[in-house]
């Protein structure tokens, strides 16, 4: 969480994007995932999880609301809302 904070503050040279696109998470100690936007991938890094309200397990696939700010392909999240 800390490295993805520093990563936030060290990447926002970039803009910010809102966009509505599929995700899917993959767990490697960050919170890293891609966002499917029309036919490109963007790769983000971020402090958002998106989690099960339940039992907090990831959810893959999830249709997502995602702001954040693009430096090449990286993404650096600042807010993730799953939408129904």
């Known amino acids: 969480m800390k490295v993805a904070t520093a990563l936030t503050q060290v990447?926002?040279?970039g803009t910010v994007w809102a966009l509505k696109g599929k995700f899917s998470f993959y767990n490697a100690g960050l919170d890293?995932?891609?966002?499917?936007?029309?036919s490109?991938?963007?790769?983000?890094?971020g402090a958002n999880s998106l989690i099960n309200g339940e039992d907090g397990t990831p959810e893959v696939g999830q249709n997502v609301s995602f702001t954040g700010t693009r430096l090449l392909?990286?993404?650096?999240?600042?807010?993730?809302?799953?939408?129904?």
Do not use: E, M, N
């Open 40 to 45: 490109r991938s963007y790769v983000y890094i």
């Open 11 to 13: 990447l926002c040279l």
């Open 73 to 84: 392909d990286t993404w650096i999240a600042t807010d993730v809302d799953l939408l129904g």
């Open 32 to 38: 890293i995932g891609t966002i499917q936007a029309k």
